[in-house]
């Protein structure tokens, strides 16, 4: 019923500059909250960035300052932009959305495929 197409990832080197995007396409009537999470190989998933439909904004402590996250309503679009990359940000980074296929109140998850982000010189 619904995709979340993810890109922007791939190799950076220390200090540098990153920018993702994902875009939500099919049956979406309202999304409530996505964001983005990731996951480094030997560790449990986290959260990286959240945003709400009224644009409140959530982040993980280690990339306050940093990171920034936005949205385009109309294109059902979230970007993350990352600066002053570190290694420890290296980890395959994944898009999720809690969104509505009506009107009402049922709220479903969806992921994205994951892309995968290298910090390293």
């Known amino acids: 019923q619904v995709e979340l197409v993810e890109s922007g990832g791939g190799l950076v080197q220390p200090g540098g500059s990153l920018r993702l995007s994902c875009a939500a396409s099919?049956?979406?009537?309202?999304?409530?909250?996505i964001g983005w999470y990731r996951q480094a190989p030997g560790k449990q998933r986290e959260l990286v960035a959240t945003?709400?439909?009224?644009?409140?904004?959530n982040y993980a402590d280690s990339v306050k300052g940093r990171f920034t996250i936005s949205t385009d309503n109309a294109k059902n679009t979230v970007c993350l932009q990352m600066n002053s990359l570190k290694p420890e940000d290296t980890a395959v980074y994944y898009c999720?959305?809690?969104?509505?296929?009506?009107?009402?109140?049922?709220?479903?998850?969806?992921w994205g495929q994951g892309t995968q982000v290298t910090v390293a010189s």
């Open positions: 999720n959305a809690e969104l509505s296929h009506e009107a009402g109140n049922n709220y479903y998850h969806y």
């Open positions: 099919g049956r979406i009537f309202s999304i409530n909250n």
């Open positions: 945003i709400t439909r009224s644009g409140t904004t």
